[in-house]
């Protein structure tokens, strides 16, 4: 049987110590995140909702002292609350939901704005959170907190991928995780892929291009669509791998060509994309998985930065902005699981009702 919310954010160690810990860290943390599910973002919308909300919330998380947790408390938990306990718990926690068999997982990294350490740099420093994101559900599956100056993103989705227990997914990533240890360890994984490839790997992609060229598709999917009040064509070709490939590239199984081609501000437009998949050509979830990828943008990244105001959040003091981002990503994810496609209709209906919140979260 699967742990709660409550269970998995108790085994976040608290900070603080034995003295002047009036309320269990928890019972702090899952009021933020109740908050955050009302709509609000900030420390002072945090604090003007607890006040709101004291007897209820006094009553539901059976607070020892009657009383709320200030606007200091709630603070000073985000910036000091060791943000890696609080990753980790969100990881256990999502591990254990349920995940339709085969799903297609899109990993992808976001920089967190307010940490940038010197926005005229071009060398600075920033925090990035990685995820791992699931097409069907909308839902974060995993995440990384990661440094850019520490770590590279290819390192990062590569331990993750060593690191969950996942098996007979389909993972898609961008051109940058085009990389042989990548595709290696989601071999490993009893997992398939579907990974964009560019320039970063020329040989690779001129054995793709040859191929494309010269054979015949074994598949070929035709789909329009409009994005934007604009009319978009897409082409996919599915392909037997070439013969030369390198054999480092582990598990190979498909080939694909996508042509975008439609009409922008009045002018005509072509573009080709390649893909390497380790599923088979006549496999008939290649087209939907690699649309579906960028979905990790709109239904993701997009969600975090406009309807939670990430990219504008002021906090940056301690590890506030990525316990924040944290806590962003786990009300999404609760919200998704419940059945809400619309981040923001989930928050107009549940704001204030306490109540129905806390049925989800216990």
């Given at each position: 049987m699967?742990?709660?919310i409550?269970?998995?954010?108790?085994e976040?160690?608290?900070?603080?110590?034995?003295?002047?810990?009036?309320?269990?860290?928890?019972?702090?943390?899952?009021i933020?995140?109740?908050?955050?599910?009302s709509?609000h973002?900030?420390?002072?919308p945090?604090?003007?909702?607890v006040?709101?909300?004291?007897?209820?919330?006094?009553?539901l998380?059976?607070?020892k002292?009657g009383?709320?947790?200030?606007?200091?408390?709630?603070?000073?938990?985000?910036?000091d609350?060791?943000y890696?306990?609080?990753?980790?718990a969100?990881n256990?926690?999502?591990?254990e939901?349920?995940?339709p068999?085969?799903a297609?997982?899109?990993?992808?990294?976001?920089?967190?704005?307010?940490?940038?350490?010197?926005?005229?740099?071009?060398?600075?420093?920033?925090?990035?959170m990685?995820?791992?994101?699931?097409?069907?559900?909308?839902?974060?599956?995993?995440?990384?907190?990661?440094?850019?100056?520490?770590?590279s993103?290819i390192c990062v989705?590569?331990?993750l991928?060593?690191?969950?227990?996942l098996?007979?997914?389909?993972?898609?990533?961008d051109?940058?995780?085009?990389?042989k240890?990548?595709?290696?360890?989601?071999?490993?994984?009893?997992?398939?892929?579907?990974?964009?490839?560019?320039?970063?790997?020329?040989?690779?992609?001129?054995?793709?291009?040859?191929?494309?060229?010269?054979?015949?598709?074994?598949?070929?999917?035709?789909?329009d669509?409009?994005s934007?009040?604009?009319?978009?064509?897409r082409?996919?070709?599915?392909?037997?791998?070439?013969?030369?490939?390198?054999?480092?590239?582990k598990?190979v199984g498909?080939?694909i060509?996508v042509?975008?081609?439609?009409?922008?501000?009045?002018e005509?437009?072509?573009t080709?994309s390649?893909?390497l998949s380790?599923?088979?050509?006549?496999?008939?979830?290649?087209?939907?998985?690699?649309?579906?990828h960028?979905?990790?943008?709109?239904?993701?990244?997009?969600?975090?930065?406009v309807?939670?105001?990430?990219?504008k959040?002021?906090?940056?003091?301690?590890?506030?902005?990525?316990?924040?981002?944290i806590?962003k990503?786990?009300v999404?994810?609760?919200f998704?699981?419940h059945?809400?496609?619309?981040?923001?209709?989930?928050?107009?209906?549940?704001?204030?009702n306490?109540?129905?919140?806390?049925?989800l979260l216990?």
């Amino acid at each position: 049987m699967s742990k709660s919310i409550i269970d998995h954010l108790k085994e976040v160690p608290d900070p603080r110590g034995a003295q002047g810990s009036r309320d269990d860290l928890w019972q702090i943390l899952l009021i933020i995140i109740m908050g955050i599910m009302s709509g609000h973002k900030d420390y002072r919308p945090l604090e003007r909702f607890v006040e709101r909300h004291r007897r209820t919330l006094i009553k539901l998380l059976a607070l020892k002292h009657g009383t709320v947790p200030s606007y200091s408390t709630l603070r000073r938990m985000m910036i000091d609350v060791d943000y890696a306990k609080l990753n980790s718990a969100f990881n256990n926690w999502a591990q254990e939901q349920p995940r339709p068999r085969g799903a297609a997982i899109a990993g992808d990294g976001k920089s967190l704005r307010n940490t940038v350490s010197n926005g005229d740099n071009d060398k600075q420093n920033f925090i990035s959170m990685v995820s791992l994101f699931s097409q069907e559900q909308g839902v974060v599956v995993a995440t990384a907190i990661m440094e850019n100056k520490k770590e590279s993103e290819i390192c990062v989705i590569q331990q993750l991928l060593s690191q969950l227990n996942l098996e007979n997914h389909v993972f898609t990533m961008d051109a940058l995780h085009c990389q042989k240890k990548t595709v290696e360890a989601i071999v490993e994984s009893n997992n398939d892929y579907i990974i964009k490839v560019k320039k970063n790997q020329p040989k690779l992609q001129e054995a793709i291009k040859v191929q494309t060229d010269e054979e015949t598709a074994i598949q070929v999917k035709v789909e329009d669509e409009l994005s934007k009040g604009r009319k978009v064509q897409r082409l996919v070709e599915v392909f037997a791998p070439p013969q030369n490939i390198d054999s480092k590239w582990k598990g190979v199984g498909s080939v694909i060509r996508v042509t975008r081609s439609g009409e922008r501000d009045g002018e005509s437009y072509s573009t080709l994309s390649y893909y390497l998949s380790s599923l088979p050509p006549k496999s008939k979830r290649i087209a939907k998985v690699i649309r579906g990828h960028w979905q990790v943008e709109n239904r993701l990244h997009w969600v975090k930065d406009v309807i939670f105001d990430e990219d504008k959040s002021p906090q940056k003091a301690g590890n506030a902005p990525i316990n924040l981002s944290i806590m962003k990503t786990w009300v999404l994810s609760v919200f998704r699981l419940h059945g809400f496609d619309s981040i923001k209709g989930a928050i107009d209906q549940f704001s204030g009702n306490l109540p129905t919140m806390w049925s989800l979260l216990i």
